[in-house]
């Protein structure tokens, strides 16, 4: 009974990451994954004690602190010098999209994508509106430019910090494996966005003699920004000592937040409380699924029949469909506690490929979804057309680009162990 219950609180959770809410009411993904460990509490099988040894620290830790790092940019105006730089930039049209997708890849590679979106997006699509030009393509190559770029480091997205976590993987290992497949697919984000809307970039739209709506604009402050950049800078040499990752990164998000500018509520207030609610509550919920001895059936089962995805044959579908249609995040926690100890190049391989498909549908990723609100709140119609006119080329090319890189540099095989081999 026990196990059935579990396994039907897991069912509907996952149901639920699925369809992104539910329907009849206002409950998003973060409210799901709260009802299901309240279920859990309530039914009895699981405790608050249970609860908390299933959070992963070292993972929340380690999202928190690149939040508060990530809200120095913000708050400092770095955000702001960027996107202002995207948008004054004096050159041709080719060379302005190519700015936003250097730009875009770059930051997200580093920094927190919710505070990065939340902050650029709407200063760079009010400023292609205030220039004549239609703001969809840029806007479409930066939501495509920040899921690459974020594939390329440790902590680039929320998966890949918990893939990393999770697998004690190396940061520097990580960017030598996944780098090069995602700046590969920064070049194919341009290409594919310049093709297809450049008549729109080069033709500039007359204004419709209005100006666009206002948005939050952070004063530029040049000391702070310095502080950010520093700070960033030593948080990456502590990644290359033994100092565990969360630590350094609580190191530095504390010098941070004592800050004689900028105040310590400002910067709490910047971090995505609701998507660290979600990692907890998908530790406990997937957590579940482990004590009650689901998780070990289903690996026997999986390697049983040589169906454990340590291959590409069977880790790109994985990675393909479940970061469209589950999340992320959610795919990558469940599969780690079914397969608690993959090897390093599934993880690896996991990160990178999960993250490019996020660019096939506006759903893919978080990252979509907020440029998406970020326009329609400035007045654009950012649709699931205009998207995937470009997003589906965007994620095939470079995922064909990754696959073909971690078969020829010997990260992960190509075909099947076989069966009875794959389980550690």
Request: hydrophobic share 60%.
């Amino acid at each position: 009974m026990h196990a059935a219950i579990v396994l039907l609180v897991l069912v509907l959770t996952y149901l639920g990451m699925m369809a992104g809410r539910i329907a009849w009411l206002r409950v998003d993904r973060t409210g799901i994954a709260l009802l299901a460990v309240i279920a859990l509490l309530a039914s009895g099988q699981m405790t608050l004690d249970d609860f908390g040894s299933a959070v992963d620290m070292p993972t929340l830790a380690l999202l928190f602190a690149m939040m508060i790092i990530s809200a120095q940019f913000a708050e400092s105006g770095f955000i702001d010098l960027c996107a202002r730089t995207i948008t004054g930039w004096g050159g041709g049209t080719a060379g302005l999209l190519a700015i936003t997708v250097a730009i875009g890849g770059a930051l997200s590679a580093v920094l927190a994508n919710d505070i990065l979106i939340v902050t650029i997006a709407p200063l760079l699509i009010a400023g292609a509106q205030r220039r004549g030009f239609d703001p969809r393509p840029f806007a479409i190559a930066l939501a495509a430019a920040t899921n690459a770029g974020s594939a390329a480091t440790l902590i680039g997205n929320p998966q890949n910090i918990i893939l990393g976590a999770m697998g004690h993987l190396g940061f520097w290992n990580f960017l030598r494996i996944n780098g090069v497949p995602a700046l590969f697919a920064l070049i194919v984000v341009f290409g594919v966005v310049w093709l297809q809307w450049r008549r729109r970039i080069r033709d500039a739209i007359p204004p419709e003699g209005r100006e666009p709506p206002p948005v939050t604009v952070h004063p530029i402050d040049r000391n702070q920004m310095i502080k950010g950049v520093v700070a960033l800078v030593a948080l990456l040499l502590l990644f290359s000592t033994r100092l565990p990752r969360e630590t350094g990164a609580l190191i530095i998000a504390a010098l941070l937040l004592a800050n004689r500018k900028i105040t310590s509520r400002t910067m709490i207030a910047a971090v995505d409380w609701p998507l660290l609610l979600l990692v907890s509550c998908l530790f406990a919920v997937t957590g579940a699924l482990n004590d009650a001895g689901i998780a070990a059936k289903v690996l026997g089962f999986l390697d049983d029949y040589g169906l454990l995805p340590n291959n590409l044959l069977l880790l790109v579908p994985f990675a393909a469909v479940t970061s469209n249609m589950i999340g992320s995040v959610p795919a990558a926690m469940l599969l780690l506690q079914i397969w608690p100890t993959p090897p390093a190049g599934v993880l690896y391989a996991l990160a990178l490929l999960s993250t490019l498909a996020g660019n096939f549908l506006l759903s893919g990723s978080l990252t979509n979804l907020l440029i998406a609100e970020q326009a329609e709140r400035i007045g654009v119609r950012f649709g699931f057309a205009d998207h995937a006119r470009a997003g589906v080329p965007i994620a095939l090319l470079s995922l064909a680009f990754a696959v073909l890189w971690l078969a020829l540099t010997h990260i992960l095989p190509v075909l099947p162990h076989p069966a009875g081999a794959g389980q550690p």
